[in-house]
């Protein structure tokens, strides 16, 4: 049973240009949430995708986006890069089964921004 | 608001030392907490999970951990550590709809 799987697993870009990581989620879970974790800090929750619908959002800008398809699977957009938007996206997969909360990670895609 | 305070950023014990790992929350209401480990370049493991019942929870590899609302904690303990334990620990808290507010995480380094 594959679990979550995130690509690319690195990637380096330059300020200004735009990214797309890619997740697919772990088999028999509907609902994927990026995280994006700073060096030496704990990871920020982006958004959350159902059923092709971002449900819910955290505190970023606009500049970063997603979209889900119907295999569940989901891309994370950010355009416009800066300097501070190099971190680690992790991709979480979960059950609509809402208020348990156990998410299953993925490796997560390391972005650098020169 | 919720959140999730570690404060501890790094610590550092000797092998087969016990260790206790804390973490603080605010949220108004019962929580659903969670330990996460994160060795270097890795994913998030789920350690244990708190969700209601029993607040001595027992997880993986040998971790527990004791939810005391009378003290908005949640600590993370092991009788006895090894030095695969070593690693990146983060805390947190689900308010609501699968969104989790996690702490900053504790640094555990493990001396031989």
């Known amino acids: 049973d594959a679990g979550v799987t995130q690509s690319p697993t690195h990637l380096i870009k330059t300020r200004g240009q735009q990214v797309t990581l890619r997740c697919s989620p772990k088999s028999g879970h509907d609902t994927v949430s990026w995280y994006q974790q700073a060096l030496g800090q704990g990871p920020q929750f982006i958004f959350q995708y159902y059923e092709e619908e971002e449900r819910q959002r955290g505190n970023f800008p606009d500049r970063f986006s997603g979209h889900q398809f119907p295999n569940y699977s989901s891309e994370l957009n950010v355009n416009a890069l800066l300097l501070g938007d190099s971190a680690l996206y992790l991709c979480?997969?979960?059950?609509?089964?809402?208020?348990?909360?156990?998410?299953?990670f993925g490796e997560g895609s390391r972005l650098t921004v020169l | 608001a919720q959140s999730v305070t570690q404060p501890d950023i790094h610590i550092t014990v000797s092998e087969g030392a016990s260790l206790e790992l804390r973490c603080n929350y605010s949220y108004g209401a019962t929580p659903y907490l969670f330990w996460y480990v994160q060795s270097p370049g890795q994913g998030l493991q789920l350690l244990l999970k708190?969700?209601?019942?029993?607040?001595l929870v027992q997880g993986i590899k040998g971790f527990e951990a004791e939810f005391k609302r009378s003290q908005s904690s949640f600590n993370l303990r092991k009788p006895s550590v090894h030095w695969s334990d070593a690693a990146e620990y983060f805390c947190a808290l689900n308010n609501a709809g699968n969104m989790l507010t996690f702490g900053g995480g504790t640094r555990l380094m493990v001396k031989p």
């Open positions: 708190y969700f209601s019942g029993d607040t």
């Open positions: 979480a997969s979960s059950t609509p089964d809402r208020g348990t909360g156990e998410l299953f």
